[in-house]
């Protein structure tokens, strides 16, 4: 059984937890590690299991038509691939916003969800925009939880502008933002914290 909670997140009563499915995960000034350092995270599922989603903000310097040339159709030409994390890098991930949200793997956010694994181009349906990544990022049993307890993360509501978003190097600085003026310096801090 879910409900709702305050900040848009599921609780999911049955699990003990509350599930950060559609919400980004903001990567804190402790999180070093250099798959995660500076990222916003989409979360796609979360249950008492673990947690899948992909890195919003990591575009990469091939392109989808010279890495994955039989998806270049579903997105616009000279699209950059994406590094969705550090989970089987070798495979394609698609985000992308349905207009039947049931065609959809997964629904992260409204009707935006990933693509089912091995579908075809005739099963895909309508997409108002698609993005692809090599990998994903996941977490075991509690391993999520317990980053954000030790803030490697911090959560904020996704808006559909985000993942999708024209500024990609730009994104972790305007989430970090959202997040309100106790914030401000996490935002300004650079990334090797000796340049300062």
């Known amino acids: 059984m879910r409900s709702?909670?305050?900040?848009?997140?599921?609780?999911c009563q049955d699990?003990?937890?509350d599930s950060l499915r559609g919400?980004?995960?903001i990567a804190g000034p402790s999180l070093w590690?250099?798959?995660f350092r500076r990222t916003v995270v989409l979360i796609g599922h979360h249950d008492d299991e673990g947690a899948v989603g992909v890195v919003l903000n990591r575009p990469l310097e091939a392109t989808v038509?010279?890495?994955v040339p039989p998806l270049s159709p579903i997105v616009p030409p000279g699209e950059s691939l994406f590094a969705g994390g550090p989970v089987q890098p070798e495979a394609a991930v698609v985000l992308a916003d349905f207009e039947e949200p049931e065609r959809a793997g997964i629904i992260a956010l409204e009707s935006i969800g990933f693509l089912p694994e091995d579908t075809g181009p005739d099963e895909i349906g309508g997409l108002r925009r698609a993005r692809v990544f090599a990998g994903y990022a996941g977490w075991g049993a509690g391993q999520l939880e317990a980053e954000m307890e030790e803030d490697s993360w911090h959560s904020a509501p996704a808006f559909p502008g985000d993942v999708f978003t024209d500024d990609p190097d730009g994104l972790w600085a305007a989430v970090v933002e959202r997040l309100g003026p106790a914030f401000r310096l996490l935002r300004t801090m650079p990334i090797d914290p000796q340049m300062n």
């Open 4 to 11: 709702g909670n305050a900040d848009g997140s599921l609780r």
């Open 15 to 17: 699990w003990g937890v």
């Open 23 to 25: 919400q980004l995960l």
């Open 33 to 35: 590690d250099p798959n």
């Open 65 to 67: 038509a010279e890495a």
